[in-house]
């Protein structure tokens, strides 16, 4: 079956950078977009961008552009997110999440998130 | 970019029916499609709706979606309300390349 597999919860301080692994099993990593979406506390969710894992390309919200790479190891089938400059307003869950075989194809599973907490 | 706009909240008895919208601020809502996310609290967001109205399987057929491209919006609707299907609700689309989420309606079923 197809999971998805987040790293564990982090402590950062301002101005760090984080780092977010998702390995994904049951299915053909390189077949399917993984998306990343933030959801800070009490509030909704809110994409991050995606990433082609078969070729490595990316595109990000507008929002996060400077801030944020997403990159994967198709060797481990395992996508990352890491967001770096961190402010007190980026603590959130980070959930990725697997698309379909383009950009445009909806969410089928997600993982569990991981919960990043910026504070001095 | 555009938005998706969804009411904050609605709440319905058990066993009625409550339809939840997500208005396109720009854009024809039929030109792209629009999937519907279940979130319980505390749990990842689950996907009871995709391409408009294609329910996933294990979905119950108590949950439909539609889109109305005079008012420019989508909806969700869930009949025969249970007490389970409280939770948020976000409607999410996308343009050329981006994503967009909705802000998210809480289904209180009292």
């Known amino acids: 079956q197809v999971q998805l597999v987040q790293s564990g919860a982090e402590l950062k301080k301002p101005g760090a950078s984080v780092k977010v692994s998702c390995k994904a099993s049951?299915?053909?990593?390189?077949?399917?977009?993984m998306h990343w979406v933030r959801q800070a506390p009490g509030q909704g969710l809110e994409w991050v961008g995606w990433i082609n894992p078969h070729s490595g390309g990316t595109n990000y919200a507008q929002k996060f552009q400077g801030r944020v790479t997403m990159t994967r190891d198709t060797s481990i089938s395992t996508a990352y997110m890491e967001l770096s400059r961190l402010r007190s307003d980026d603590t959130a869950v980070f959930y990725c999440a697997r698309g379909g075989g383009g950009y445009w194809a909806p969410v089928a599973y997600w993982g569990q998130g991981t919960l990043v907490t910026v504070s001095s | 970019n555009f938005m998706l706009t969804q009411p904050h909240s609605v709440s319905e008895s058990p066993g009625k029916t409550v339809t939840i919208s997500c208005t396109r601020s720009s854009g024809s809502i039929v030109s792209n499609y629009v999937q519907w996310y279940q979130q319980r609290p505390g749990s990842s967001p689950t996907t009871v709706m995709y391409e408009h109205n294609q329910r996933p399987s294990g979905v119950p057929d108590r949950f439909s979606g539609s889109i109305d491209s005079s008012s420019n919006s989508a909806s969700l609707t869930i009949s025969g309300l249970k007490t389970e299907d409280e939770a948020d609700y976000y409607c999410q689309s996308y343009d050329s390349i981006n994503w967009v989420f909705g802000g998210g309606t809480k289904l209180t079923v009292l």
């Open positions: 049951g299915y053909a990593f390189t077949a399917y977009y």
